[in-house]
T-cell receptor, first 110, second 112 residues
Framework: RKEVEQDPGPFNVPEGATVAFNCTYSNSASQSFFWYRQDCRKEPKLLMSVYSSGNEDGRFTAQLNRASQYISLLIRDSKLSDSATYLCAVNHGSGYALNFGKGTSLLVTP | EAQVTQNPRYLITVTGKKLTVTCSQNMNHEYMSWYRQDPGLGLRQIYYSMNVEVTDKGDVPEGYKVSRKEKRNFPLILESPSPNQTSLYFC???????????FGPGTRLTVT
């Protein structure tokens, strides 16, 4: 089983829609979780950290489910500019390395 | 401005010709790492460094070398590049308080 898995998509959604991505991880000792956004082969940029209690940043909500070992990202009121690949990242729990999923592609259409 | 820089941004070279990709960060971060990104394979870690003179292999270290002589710099060395090292390379850094990691702009390498 891969350490961090994401549905590659693509997710095609109309503007204004709500879309959710999940990311599962295999290492139950993982401590830190993140969502990154990557545009068209540019560098990944940190979108938000994922806290145990869940957290929200504007239209974006991240949640952690330790029992089922997944994190989620919810995007409300999708904008054209949200079109990108979303990467989840999880630390191994045994050091400094971050393990990335392969990303979920989102395309928001007019 | 806090940033991670990489040079060159684009490089086309031939098999066997040694090259170095530089990486520098101005955030005084202890931890730095190198990734390669290939279609369908995602981001894979090549090497990482937890501090000056402390480096270790990531998931795909074969064919690469690194050094960490100064805290701000973490160059990636390809002693004898081969076509299977054609890829998009990212350097990243972070501090020790959180795992939030910041990436450089990437280096697109083509080995013919």
């Amino acid at each position: 089983r891969k350490e961090v898995e994401q549905d590659p998509g693509p997710f095609n959604v109309p503007e204004g829609a709500t879309v959710a991505f999940n990311c599962t991880y295999s290492n139950s000792a993982s401590q830190s979780f993140f969502w990154y956004r990557q545009d068209c082969r540019k560098e990944p940029k940190l979108l938000m950290s994922v806290y145990s209690s869940g957290n929200e940043d504007g239209r974006f909500t991240a949640q952690l489910n330790r029992a089922s070992q997944y994190i989620s990202l919810l995007i409300r009121d999708s904008k054209l500019s949200d079109s990108a690949t979303y990467l989840c990242a999880v630390n191994h729990g045994s050091g400094y390395a971050l393990n990335f999923g392969k990303g979920t592609s989102l395309l928001v259409t007019p | 401005e806090a940033q991670v820089t990489q040079n060159p941004r684009y490089l086309i070279t031939v098999t066997g010709k040694k090259l170095t990709v530089t990486c520098s960060q101005n955030m005084n971060h202890e931890y730095m790492s190198w990734y390669r990104q290939d279609p369908g394979l995602g981001l894979r870690q090549i090497y990482y460094s937890m501090n000056v003179e402390v480096t270790d292999k990531g998931d795909v270290p074969e064919g690469y070398k690194v050094s960490r002589k100064e805290k701000r710099n973490f160059p990636l060395i390809l002693e004898s590049p081969s076509p299977n090292q054609t890829s998009l390379y990212f350097c990243a850094s972070r501090g020790t308080v959180t795992y939030e990691q910041y990436f450089g702009p990437g280096t697109r390498l083509t080995v013919t």
